[in-house]
């Protein structure tokens, strides 16, 4: 089972810039589409991203759309959020997960891997 660690959370004040990362084991990492997920103070768990297998197709959910981007290494089974011009609204525990779909999908009950989670917090 692909198992999964967050890393690179923070503090960052707003408009700056951060970059977490995923790092994955115990699976075929090209077998899964990847993606992040996040969980503000007080709300539900929301979609931030997804990529897929070979990196050819991504989704971001709109408020992010051109300031976050979501790539990853193969080679290393690392998958990373970069996170630019943040705004306080970005703060929240960031999950990462795991998918054997061939989709960037954005439905939560359809992914059946996740990390721990890693705090990112915006200050203004």
């Known amino acids: 089972q692909l198992q999964l660690v967050e890393s690179g959370g923070g503090l960052v004040q707003a408009g700056g810039s951060l970059r977490i990362s995923c790092e994955a084991s115990?699976?075929?990492?090209?077998?899964?589409?990847m993606g992040w997920f996040r969980q503000p103070p007080g709300k539900e768990r929301e979609f931030v991203g997804a990529i897929t297998w070979n990196g050819a197709t991504t989704n971001y959910r709109e408020s992010v759309k051109g300031r976050f981007s979501i790539s990853r290494d193969n080679t290393k089974a690392i998958v990373y959020l970069q996170m630019n011009d943040l705004k306080a609204e970005d703060t929240g525990v960031y999950y990462c997960?795991?998918?054997?779909?061939?989709?960037?999908?954005?439905?939560?009950?359809?992914?059946?891997?996740w990390g721990q989670g890693t705090q990112v917090t915006v200050s203004t």
């Open positions: 997960a795991g998918t054997a779909l061939g989709v960037a999908t954005t439905t939560e009950s359809l992914w059946p891997r």
């Open positions: 115990g699976g075929t990492f090209t077998g899964y589409t």
